[in-house]
Structures are given as structure tokens and as C-alpha cells.
DNA sequence: CATGTATATCAACAATCGTTGACTTTATGA
DNA sequence: TCATAAAGTCAACGATTGTTGATATACATG
């Protein structure tokens, strides 16, 4: 037997490419990540890989499996609501959890499976989230304004790395980005009937 | 000779694949878009993709050549720059001239080649443009947001084909990214020395 | 027609990919 | 100790990739 603190050995090797795969994945990518290149990186034979995952594909579901962490948050005053959403995006992507964001990111643009589950990912955590601030009717449609900022924010900053975005300090991106939500959230909606409401 | 109407039969070919290349590049993004496919659907060979564009490299980069157009763009009252900039935006990846748009935001997340000019052209083009309306130390700032909030619509609607953001209209559409702009470009910047200005 | 050039075709290359199955090594338990 | 299972290694497969060079066809010009 091993100490309860230690894995099995087949457990840290498993781990290892799952570590691997995440940041090779987050790095570049599915296409031009190789099996080979996350077994190089984890220390492992390429063949432990489809053992333990059963395949590439596999292998990139899990590692692309996280939560935005969203119902963790406390109740926010409305009038803060994009602040605090905004500063809590980037800890998500900051922090350690962020693993499976960059992943998806990265490969969801030439991936249909990617592209899924960034659909799923955005659709089914970002509108309850904000069920308590919107009229139901308009929680889809604002849910999904919203994940497009905070996508495209992370795509500038954190991929196609725009100099000016990554210059940014927290707070001033947190004070833009998130007066900028609190209009996507809470700005007119011009309808059919209705007239375009400007400044 | 052939009449000025109709070209050598070498560039009709040349064009074919450029226009096949265009067409892929944009629905599969670099990696997934292979040599042979553009050719197939060029009808030609795959040798020609060598001998007129020197490799699939020099092609891509080619076809992912294309211009915002926003210096054509008549001048603009302040209070509607954001409403005219984010209807500008839709016409030009709905039109015919978006070609090379599609095709850099499928391949940029993972391809530096395509990040590079991307960068490039919302950098040179977006910064510019704002000249006239906003003081000149403020300007790379709110280019790159500008910027990413354009992509990241894009990206939502175009490539993740979010569904509630497919299914607003134009009108929606450039009414709330239009407020949205406005906020992006003339909100207050927190700065480190300033206080957060809420609301 | 004959000749030379432009254009297109074809087969094949070397490299790389994900995956497989047979094999060896290591650990486990009676 | 010895048999059994787990864990890891290795070579090779079939497929696909971008690219190349030799060869064939079409076309213009004399």
C-alpha cells in the first residue's frame, strides 16, 4: 500500500499528462499539439496516453473541463455588477483554475468541439448567474453580449496579446471593462418597434 | 490574345485558388484547411498551389490580406461614432469584401502567423481612425478595447454562432454595441492616481 | 506545320500524425 | 518464492501532410 498522501503510481503518471496536455493544449492549441509532444512533456510514452484517455480527443475534453465559478460569487449590488464580474474574469483566467479557458480558447475558433462546449460552458453559467439582475426574456440575449466581451478581452489580452491590453492594470481594465458590461447588461435594447436610443 | 474582359487563363486558375483558399481558410481555419482540399475546390492541381503561391504559408497570407475600410467612412458626430462603428463592422464581415477577416479570426488563436496580423491591422487601423476623436495618449488604450469588443461579437456571432447573438437583428445589434463603443471609447479610465467612477 | 513556351498533370518523396498490439519491466499478494 | 496483474516500453501500422521534379498537354508564334 501507499501513504493515502501519495497516488498510485498509474494515478501520477495520468496526472501528468493531463497536466501536460493542459498547458501544451492552452499553448497552442489542439491542432498543432501532438500526442507525442504531451507525452515528451509529462515524461510518458505516447501510448500511455491513449491507455489513460483513450484517445487525443479524449484527452482534450477533460483537460477543457472547468467552471467560470460564477455561483461562488456573493450578491453584488447592481450598480457593481460589471465591476465585480469583470475583476472576477480575470482571477478565473489569472488563477490556477483558469486550465481549461485558455485551452478552449485557443481552439474554439477551428474547432467544432471546442466551439461546443464554449457554447455550453457560456450559455449554462452566465445566464442563471444573472438571473437575479435581468428580466428573464432578456438573460439569453444579454448572457450572450456579455460572453462575447469577456472572450474577446481574452483574446486580445491574453492571445493575440494587443500591447496596449496587456499594458493595462488590473484596475483600469476592471473600471473599463467593467462600466462597458453594465451597459451591455443594462443599455437599451433597440426592438423593432422601439426607437434607437442614443448616449 | 484574349479580350480585356477575360483574363490569361493562368491568373483565371491563380484566382480559382485564391478564392478556394479564401473560402476554406475562412470555414476551417489553417491547420484544418489542407493543400489538396484548396485545390479540389479550385479544380486544379496541387502542384499550382506551389508553383503560383510558393507554398500554403504565402497563400494564407494572401488570402488573409484585406483592409477595415473605416478611412472611407464619411466624419462622424461623436455621440454616433459607436453606433456608426459597429454598423460599419457588420457590413464589412457580411459583405463581400470580409474575406481575410473570417479567415485571420479562425486561424489567430492558433496560428502566431495569423495573431501577427491581426495585430497589424486593428493596431494601424482602428488607432488611426480615432485620431479625431480622442486625445492622442488615449488612443492605443482604446483601440485595443475597441478592438477586442469588435472581435469579440465577431466571435460570438460569426464563429462560436452563439445562438441569442445570431438571432438579434442588425438594428439590435448595432444599437447596443453601439452604446457599447461609446463606453469603451469616452468612459472614464481609472487611472492609479484617480478614483473608480461608477456608473 | 513546326517550335518553343506556358500551363497542367502525375507519381512519389520524406515527414509527421494518432493509434495499435506485442513485449518487458515492475509491483502485488498468496 | 512464485504466479498474477499492473504499468510502462517499443516498433510499427496506415493515413495524411506539404512539397518536388519529371512529364505530358495546350497554346501561341515563326
Redesign the pocket.
Known sequence: ??EPQKL???????LAILTAAGTLFAQNGF?????????AEA??????????F??????FVQSADFSLGLEALPPIATSELGQTLAGHFLDVWEGERAGGLPVLLRSASSNELAAERMREIFGKQVAPFLRTYLPADQIPTRAALISSLLLGVALGRYILKLPPLVALTRQQIVSLIGQTLQTLAFGDIAGDKGETAVS
Open positions: 500500500m501507499q498510485k503510481k498509474s494515478d501520477r503518471t495520468r491542432d498543432r499539439t501532438t500526442v507525442r509532444d504531451i507525452a515524461g510518458a510514452d505516447p501510448a500511455l496516453v491513449v491507455r489513460y483513450g484517445g487525443k480527443e479524449a484527452l
